[in-house]
């Protein structure tokens, strides 16, 4: 990967232009070379050259990532093959052309499987995305990239809490913190450790930054509120792998400063496992910064949902699993190459909440009207009276239902009422709000049981 | 660290040559000035660091037992007294010369840091004692992944294996072991975080679409992920190797994994076990071969003692024993002498490997843990000492036993009252029940030398839910369940 120091100095035109080049090398080098599928769509259409080029490439949805049940190794159609052992180099200047066989065997290596790595955990269907060697080496530089954005330094104790699976969000911050030098538990997350166990090596390590996801930031936190227990020098919270609205880094401040850290700062990251790295905010609303000798990034406009398009994704200088133009399922609002307000880092941000294109949901059976279950998230946030909340979706065409727990248990019914009628009028649909224990809600969103909590069930059968 | 190669062939007087040196140095340039509980411990029985000679001189230093490390309420920050640090007078020194070097002092802080800052942590699973975190620096790291390196050599796997690492995710040594090991030697993995975390069924697709040639598994595990698989009809043709760690190998469970295995179409399969204890932080394989031949150890990076757990005096080679770990040349946290609990029946042997010639020290595979014998009152003579062990070999190898748990009660649960054994069998298909019985009992009374009082026969799925198959860390063959007195 570049020099991320020269990056950060680039203008945004030579950004633009130094993006544009390293996708037509990418493409040229190795995509239209190695890639099984794109090699092969692009002998007809010609491998593009330029990004009004790619532009006119159709999309790649997840679907074609996934093995066919005829057969399991179909995934490989997306992954970049390995060149022959004693092929001569194509690139590596004087001393590869000059060594000959010896230095041709160095160049496989980047190429050569080392993780395979997973976007769904338990219970969807798992979609193999493959890590080579020198993809694992830009994790750790992508993860030094984020740590840098994230104002982390070595002299920072890190508690990662992302929830263990075979996927992107654990190992960025494992493989960030190791090229950091920072002290880490890599504790798996609450269903591996347990909130209790996680709190405990907290306190004892002193830990200044703490890695998770938002909602399970949000109990932890209202866990040690509750154990009385204080974190003075727990500066750092960073959430992701789940979607964090403002309002929801306010209420996390808010928790912070309950637990003893009246100056901590929450920072969003996002996740996206195909892009094989992370990008962070450097401020919360300041969009995340993504890394234009990575990634190229496209927003495509959806039907139905206005100011926002769905993120495409097209991979730079990744040597397993690739994609171009890959229809990622999240939402954004824009895509700006305008250095950063905050950071004045050149990089090219992602503006906006990102929501899931899944959490527009048809709910009144009227044809193209949809409502974006995602905005629960905000709204909900924003009610200091809810604790917790899970929304369920029941029967067809579905009814909504919040349950609901309230910091005020004597004041339940009164404050569903409320809440019913403003999240109606909000979403423009009808919806019942039913007060729930907080026991019972912490069960069912299953903060120690899944990656990330339930938060949005469709199916009937799980509302009580 | 030493090179493998040489030293894996290296004849054992040289070797323990290398070993007294490496001690000695050891000693006096990291363990006395920079360990406080070792400091403490050669200042309060005035040893000289500097007259230690080697190995032989360990026996001037107590044992370390886990009761030493592990934190407790009162000591919750006990285990940072066995960190190798420099304390604050040196780090100012090393800041110091940070400061003077004239080759930019960055180098040398950054030189320090990859030393000595803590950077990975794992944690004692915590059965006997609160879980007890063991540090790893930077420098650590690349120890275990050399380790990792050498015992995938000794398991024979090279860059084109493919492995499916469904050892349970948790900052515990035998994921992260298999993590490394991959790592370093350049092999495809997945590294699953095991059922709990991806779900039985899902891993058995990630082995089927990998094509993974090896696959590294806590025992209990893997005999109910194959015997699902077998019932699937899955393919794991490709499967030509087993890697067991996190538990002791009953001889018998291996020929019931290799038969699973060949029906699933995998030929001449292999399954070979590891031996390590977060305290070692490394973990030591035995080479592939019908009959085990020991674990193979790693002698630049440990000191291993055979001891009479009694007396604490050496036994001879080859003689049983309890393994005593001394670590060697790490930083982090460092044990001296330290008591596994873990008893090798054949003990230690220095002659080379008769099956791959390697002269490295190999730790007999016929291991029992210490804590295993417990006191009964299973009479009214009051503390009879059973060995819980020999449940393992027992059950794990009986053809007609599917799955097991072995429940430890009170009578009427009455803390003052006599002490019950109950087993929970889910037998094999078609077995007859009350021959099974019969056969288990005799069996139990000739290895454990008592009689269970009842033997409950279930369906397996009740029995694995009563181990915790796939929601806990480990699965629960032996509970205690008698109420504190």
Known sequence: ?464 | MENWEKLSKKPWEEVRQMQDRKLRAFIVNQIYPYSPHYRRIFQDLKLDPYKFKGVQDLVHLPFTYKEDIAPTDAEPAKHRDFIIRPDEEVSEKYGHMAKLSQYGGKQVVDEKIFEYKPAHIHFTTGRTAKPTPFVYTLRDLETIREAGKRLLDVFALSEKDILVNAFPYAPHLAFWQAFFAADSMGVASLHSGGGKVMGTQNLMGAVEMMKATVISFIPGYAYYFLRQAAEQKRDFSSVQKILFGGERVPPGLKDKIKALLQEMGAKNPQVLATYACTESRLAWGECPSEESYGYHTYPDTEIIEMIDPATGEHVAEGEEGEIVYTALDWRGSCLLRYRTGDVAKGGILYTPCPNCGRTVPRITSNLQRKSEFKEFDLTKVKGTLVNLNNFFPLMMGHPQVVEWQVEVRKRNNDPFDLDEINLYIAPAAGVNIEELKSDLRQKVIRDTEVAPNEIIFLPAEQVLARVGMETELKEKRIVDNRPQK
């Not at chain 1, 899931?356 to 709910?363: C, G, I, Q, S, T």
């Not at chain 1, 193209?368 to 979706?393: C, F, I, M």
């Open chain 1, 1 to 464: 990967m570049e020099n991320f120091a020269k990056i950060c100095r680039m203008t945004p035109e030579q950004i633009k232009q130094f993006q544009a080049q390293q996708m037509q090398d990418f493409f040229a080098g190795e995509v239209a070379v190695r890639h099984p599928f794109y090699r092969d769509s692009w002998r007809e259409t010609g491998i593009p050259r330029s990004v009004a080029d790619l532009q006119k490439q159709p999309f790649t949805v997840k679907s074609d990532l996934l093995s066919q049940p005829d057969n399991l190794e179909s995934y490989r159609r997306y992954v970049l093959e390995v060149p022959e052992q004693n092929a001569s180099p194509k690139s590596g200047g004087l001393f590869a052309r000059f060594k000959g066989k010896q230095a041709g065997e160095i160049v496989p290596k980047k190429y050569a499987t080392n993780q395979m790595l997973f976007s769904s955990g338990r219970t969807g269907k798992i979609t193999p995305y493959v890590y080579s060697v020198a993809d694992i080496e830009n994790l750790g530089e992508t993860g030094l990239r984020m740590m840098e954005i994230l104002g982390i330094t070595r002299d920072d104790t890190i508690v990662n809490a992302m929830s263990y699976a075979p996927n992107l969000s654990f190992w960025q911050v494992y493989y960030g913190g190791l090229k950091l030098g920072s002290t880490v538990l890599q504790s798996g997350g609450g269903r591996i450790l347990g909130t209790e166990k996680i709190l405990t090596a907290m306190e004892n390590m002193e830990a200044s930054t703490l890695f998770t996801t938002p909602g399970y930031a949000e109990f932890l936190l209202q866990s040690a509120v509750h154990f009385k227990l204080k974190f003075p020098n727990l500066n750092k919270l960073i959430v992701g792998y789940g979607p964090v609205p403002l309002a929801q880094v306010k209420r996390l401040e808010v928790l912070l400063h309950l637990v003893g850290s009246p100056d901590g700062q929450v920072k969003r990251v996002y996740f996206l496992n195909e892009a094989k790295a992370a990008w962070a905010e450097c401020s919360p609303g300041s969009g995340y910064h993504f890394y234009p000798d990575q990634a190229f990034l496209e927003l495509d406009s959806v039907a139905g949902i206005e100011g926002r398009g769905e993120l495409i994704l097209t991979n730079l200088n990744v040597f397993g699993s690739c994609v171009v133009r890959f229809r990622t399922g999240d939402l954004a609002e824009s895509i700006t190459y305008e250095p950063c307000p905050v950071c004045k880092r050149p990089l090219p941000r992602i503006i906006g909440e990102i929501e899931r294109f899944n959490d527009y949901k048809n709910l009144d059976g009227v044809q193209g009207r949809t409502v974006n279950l995602s905005s629960l998230y905000s709204l909900l946030a924003a009610e200091p009276g809810v604790l917790l909340w899970q929304a369920v979706l029941l029967g067809e065409p579905a009814q909504l239902r919040i349950d609901t727990a309230f910091l005020d248990k004597n004041q339940a019914a009164e404050l569903s009422e409320s809440l019913q009628a403003k999240l109606s009028e909000a979403l423009g649909v009808k919806l019942t709000v039913k007060p729930s224990s907080y026991k019972e809600l912490v069960d069912r969103l299953g903060f120690e049981k899944y990656p990330v909590e339930q938060r949005i069930m469709t199916s009937a059968g799980s509302g009580k």
